[in-house]
């Protein structure tokens, strides 16, 4: 049996770009991806902590060091800069993986620095 399990979240990161005119997808520095075990492509929840939205979407990078949390496309509705979001991810496990897996937990502060790791 496979099961669907939380991979890892960063918490309260700050929007820094809220694009329109754009193919979709939701944009993190990628440095903050590679230390919350997140892949470029990766399906993704977005929970917009400012205004109650949720959608689902998948990852691209954004330049590494550059704090960047951007919304992209249709979903640009739904998310403004500025907003608070918390990004979500899964992956499927069998059960005794599911029992031994660690997820990790980036905390942002409000100049997307890290403020804790869970």
Do not use: C, W
């Not at 979903?75 to 990790?104: F, W």
């Amino acid at each position: 049996m496979q099961l669907t399990m939380f991979h890892s979240k960063i918490h309260r990161a700050r929007v820094t770009a809220s694009e329109l005119s754009y193919n979709g997808s939701f944009g993190v520095d990628s440095a903050l991806l590679k230390k919350a075990r997140m892949l470029p492509g990766q399906q993704v929840d977005v929970l917009n902590v400012s205004n109650g939205e949720r959608f689902t979407t998948y990852l691209i990078e954004e330049p590494a060091g550059s704090k960047a949390f951007g919304v992209y496309g249709a979903a640009a509705h739904k998310v403004k800069k500025g907003d608070i979001v918390i990004l979500i991810t899964y992956a499927h496990m069998d059960v005794e993986e599911a029992r031994n897996y660690k997820p990790i937990t980036l905390v942002m502060d409000e100049n997307n620095e890290i403020e804790a790791e869970l």
